[in-house]
């Protein structure tokens, strides 16, 4: 039997390859035999530059950035021989970096994202790609521009302080940002606009300690900082606040636009990077997932690509997750053949299943391997 494993990663807890192999530890507990294909995948996330570099041939150069309150933190590029860099703002801008009382997107800055960028032109890249999501800022990218040398000012000259409320005192943009002919690119899988009722600050800011007097302070900061880029940044396009994909990441993909760059799908970009579609079509079962297996996981997400693929094909697809929230009828609509939870696996939310699930995953995936060996190997 030939069977594809090509999870997301289990937020907080394991990275893509390793639930891939957990997975297939425990498949094979049951039946070495079987043909297993692991092809880890990434929409833009934490480990977008993992996934990719198991997949492309490049170099991965570490490069000292700061996390979103300023910290030291470790980043990498992933530079390949054609000029193309890929990274990930999450390694400077991350919600994981943060413990929860530090959640503050009113203060939280994209800067160590602007490290990164600048790592990747210095090293010769002419273009680079940035996979969005998970970030734990709300800046609408200022901190990015700032470290590029597009410092926001207020309306008496002066430098504004980091974090997304800062933006509700801006009035300019000293400098231009220092790119060197690259052009950047977003991978992100979100559509959300920059601004107003699906904008970055009311759907994501809440996920990132804001409270709802927050979220209409960091709404308004932003509707004026996208003015400004509007009046001083040489071809940013008109409308910033209401483009697809502004609202990604705080706001990066704004900034992102704003800068001459483009959108693209972060799960597109990796399939085809992993050879997904040809790995597809010779496999007789796809195993998939992630974390939290919810209603916007069929919207965009790993999860919904891989499944829709494998429907396309005739192809059995099981999900497995942390949690599955997600109804059965409305799984199947998406081409999600089973799917199979750690937290029911250990017991249920009343026996301390989604305890065992956080401290034990992989032991969890491994069980769940064998399962499905069990039940689907010939």
Known sequence: MRVLLCPDKFAGTL????VAAAVAAGWREVDDSDDLLIRPLADGGPGFVTVLADALAGRRIPVPTVDPLGRPAAGEILLTADGTAYL?????????????????PKATTSYGLGALVTAAVEHGA???????????????????????????????????????????????????PRLRGA?????????????????????????????????????????????VLEQDLPGCPPGLGTLPGGGAAGGLGAAILALGGRCESGIDLVTRAIGLDAALDGC???????????????????????????RDRGVPCVVLAGRVSTGRREAASAGVTEA????????????????????????????????LARQWSR
């Not at 007789?284 to 494998?310: C, M, N, P, W, Y």
């Not at 937290?343 to 391997?369: I, N, T």
């Open 126 to 176: 002419r273009t680079v790609v940035i996979g969005l999501g998970g970030s734990g800022t709300n800046d609408g990218g200022a901190g990015l521009l700032a470290a590029l040398g597009g410092t926001p000012l207020d309306d008496a000259g002066r430098a504004l302080p980091y974090g997304g409320a800062a933006l509700a005192a801006v009035a300019a943009l000293d400098g231009v």
């Open 15 to 18: 990275e893509a390859p390793e």
């Open 284 to 310: 007789d079962l796809v195993i998939t997932g992630e974390g939290s297996f919810d209603h916007q996981s069929l919207r965009g997400k790993v999860v919904a690509g891989v499944a829709g693929a494998a």
């Open 88 to 104: 990930e703002s999450a390694q400077a801008c991350g919600l994981h970096l943060l413990a929860a009382a530090e959640r503050d």
């Open 340 to 371: 199979y939870s750690l937290v029911e696996h250990f017991g249920g939310e009343e026996r301390g299943g989604v305890a065992a699930a956080m401290g034990r995953p992989a032991e969890g995936l491994r069980a769940l391997g064998a399962r």
């Open 183 to 227: 052009t950047l690119v977003a991978a992100t899988d979100v559509d959300n606009p920059l601004l107003g009722l699906h904008g970055a600050s009311s759907v994501y800011g809440p996920q990132k300690g804001a409270d709802r007097a927050d979220v209409l302070l960091l709404d308004a900061a932003l509707e004026r900082w996208a003015a």
